[in-house]
């Protein structure tokens, strides 16, 4: 059976190498951004550098989109235990990521802004743009809103999964590396090892996994009883 044919492990494949792959074109992005690395007053630097604001836009954007696929991979292990906490943080997490994707369009409008007008005035309208509430509560709070749904998704994925302490860890280390991963250059080297970490220890465990695993035969197996076959007790002769 080829990859592609194989159901079980491909999309249990593409949401492990997605957790690993986003935080590393997460830290990509925030690298690749003028105005964060030269910190301090930021007016005319997207307007000045607007080859190095395509890129990082473009790779923060894919950061947030390569989520998707890992956030449903984290959905999906979710079983037995907490499953309906599981299914509403992960909705939110999934909206989340989806509206911060959008929001990377805006690093586009302050560097044409920025060069088409005065510097200042540029960056003037480009921040009252982004405060019209439509901005502020259709995309800004979801995304954040978000965040704490990846969050949550990653303590309900600790708990469903009775795993080993790390697994408690990897969603304070996730949300503290996307926070903190801005703040150049200690913020980005810290928090991306810890994003990286959180995010990486999910996806590899996945792509670890055997693909009965991943659908759940194995915890139905062990919960059977030793002798059950087909719905049926097993009789003494």
């Avoid at 935080?23 to 964060?36: E, K, M, N, Q």
């Avoid at 509430?133 to 708990?159: D, E, K, M, R, S």
Wanted: glycine share 14%; proline share 6%.
């Amino acid at each position: 059976m080829s990859v592609l044919s194989n159901p079980l492990g491909f999309r249990r494949s593409v949401a492990g190498a997605c957790l690993v792959v986003a935080p590393l074109v997460y830290i990509a992005g925030i690298v690749a951004d003028p105005a964060l690395r030269q910190g301090g007053d930021t007016v005319g630097v997207y307007g000045r550098y607007p080859e190095q604001v395509s890129v990082s836009a473009s790779l923060l954007h894919w950061s947030w989109v390569l989520m998707v696929p890992g956030i449903i991979g984290m959905i999906h292990l979710i079983r037995h235990r907490g499953v309906v906490f599981g299914h509403l943080a992960g909705g939110l997490a999934l909206l989340g990521v989806v509206n911060f994707s959008g929001l990377m369009l805006g690093d586009f409008f302050y560097s044409r802004l920025e060069r088409a007008l005065p510097p200042a005035q540029g960056a003037r309208l480009a921040d009252e743009a982004f405060a019209d509430p439509g901005a502020t509560f259709g995309f800004q709070i979801p995304g954040f809103l978000g965040l704490l749904g990846l969050f949550l998704l990653g303590l309900a994925l600790a708990y469903a999964r009775r795993g080993p302490w790390w697994a408690w860890a990897a969603p304070f280390a996730m949300l503290a590396g996307i926070l903190f991963a801005p703040v150049f250059p200690i913020g980005t080297v810290a928090g991306g090892l810890l994003y990286l970490a959180g995010s990486g220890a999910i996806g590899l465990r996945m792509l670890r996994m055997s693909d009965a695993e991943w659908a759940g035969e194995e915890a139905v197996a062990q919960r059977t009883p030793t002798g059950a076959s087909s719905g049926k007790r097993a009789t003494t002769p």
